[in-house]
């Protein structure tokens, strides 16, 4: 069985990150229904609904990994020693990118909610989808770590210690680097009319700007990981 710990990083923590979020952007909507007409807000409500959609990406993507652990794990018996450190680093980088991508698009979501239920929806919601880019650099991480975890479970390879240490840094560095998609974010949101052309590329280039940093953390640690079978 997957530990407590690992269980809670990608399970747990992803939800609970979702419902903080959520809530936020609910509380925002209720205050700006509270201060406009009920039936002018009504046929809005179905553009607010795809934040939420878009937002359940990293609780789907941990439910996936724990899975994939499960299955190792009945097929090799529970996770010890360097599998299990290397797959505890995983599951803290993955729970600090769920987090910080998810109050990226919380700020993004918040910021714009006037704009969101408005003409400029189509604007607004490539700019909510930008971080979530995040979810899935993590989970590709994850896929290239599974591959090399499954021989170092069976004995079939074994990596030196510092080997070991750098894709177990190589994962917590890369988790801190998704801050680029919040800060990003909070560049974005400081641009207003959307629909303006160019104040939809400005916005959307600060958000790309910000995602520079998440792509150098995922090479980084794509390079440690391919060491290991190197």
């Known amino acids: ?34 201060r406009i007409d009920v039936r002018a807000m009504r046929p809005t409500r179905g553009r607010v609904a795809p934040y939420f959609a878009v937002t359940l990406t990293p609780i789907a993507f ?10 190792i794990e009945n097929d090799f018996g529970p996770l010890s020693g360097v599998a ?10 993955f729970a600090v990118t769920a987090c910080i991508t998810l109050a990226a698009q919380a700020s993004i979501a918040r ?11 189509p604007r607004v919601l490539p700019l909510i989808v930008v971080p979530t880019t995040g979810p899935v650099f993590a989970l590709v991480l994850a896929f290239l770590l599974v ?17 070991v240490d750098a894709v177990a840094v190589a994962f917590l560095i890369f ?40 792509v150098v953390g995922l090479l980084y640690a794509f390079l440690q990981i391919s060491a290991m079978s190197g």
């Open 1 to 34: 069985m997957v530990s407590l710990l690992i269980s809670a990083l990608l399970l747990f923590v992803p939800a609970g990150a979702w419902a903080l979020a959520s809530t936020a952007v609910l509380t925002e909507y209720a205050e700006r229904r509270a």
């Open 62 to 71: 941990g439910v996936l990994l724990w899975y994939l652990l499960v299955g």
């Open 84 to 93: 299990e450190r290397l797959v505890s680093s995983l599951a803290i980088g």
């Open 111 to 121: 910021a714009r909610l006037g704009e969101m239920v408005g003409p400029a929806f």
């Open 147 to 163: 591959g090399n975890i499954t021989p170092i479970v069976n004995g079939s390879l074994s990596s030196r210690p510092e080997v």
């Open 175 to 214: 988790g801190a680097s998704n801050l680029g998609y919040l800060g990003g974010a909070l560049a974005s949101n400081r641009v207003s009319n959307l629909l303006s052309p160019r104040g939809f590329g400005q916005a959307l280039i600060r958000l790309v700007v910000g995602e520079v940093a998440v």
